[in-house]
Nanobody, 120 residues
Framework: QVQLVESGGGLVQAGGSLRLSCVVS????????MGWYRQGPGKQRELVAAITGGGSTNYADFVKGRFTISRDNAKNTVYLQMNSLKPEDTAVYYC??????????????WGQGTQVTVSS
């Protein structure tokens, strides 16, 4: 059973910072890409940032220069450092990972989400 467990969400004032973490556990051969998505009230889930196994990163335009994604492969963990937070960053943040389940099988997994609320 694979699990993705997020932590680090909470309430912060505008301009503040938070660091999200997501630990992947369970049975799998390797982790390919990892990423963070978010879903604000009444909105669709959207990509925030992603990182490949080789460390290449991709950011949504609305977080470029403010958020940084990183990963620790030894710990099966992906991080999202969020600086200069804005009220519009308020959302549930979800961790995502593409895992190799077997030699021929890759599967997409999601965490349960962590709430980030930015007050003005």
């Amino acid at each position: 059973q694979v699990q993705l467990v997020e932590s680090g969400g909470g309430l912060v004032q505008a301009g503040g910072s938070l660091r999200l973490s997501c630990v992947v556990s369970g049975r799998f051969l390797s982790i390919n890409s990892m990423g963070w998505y978010r879903q604000g009230p009444g909105k669709q889930r959207e990509l925030v940032a992603a990182i490949t196994g080789g460390g290449s990163t991709n950011y949504a335009d609305f977080v470029k220069g403010r958020f940084t994604i990183s990963r620790d492969n030894a710990k099966n963990t992906v991080y999202l450092q969020m600086n200069s937070l804005k009220p519009e960053d308020t959302a549930v943040y979800y961790c995502n990972a593409v895992l190799q389940s077997s030699v021929w099988s890759w599967n997409n997994y999601w965490g349960q989400g962590t709430q980030v609320t930015v007050s003005s």
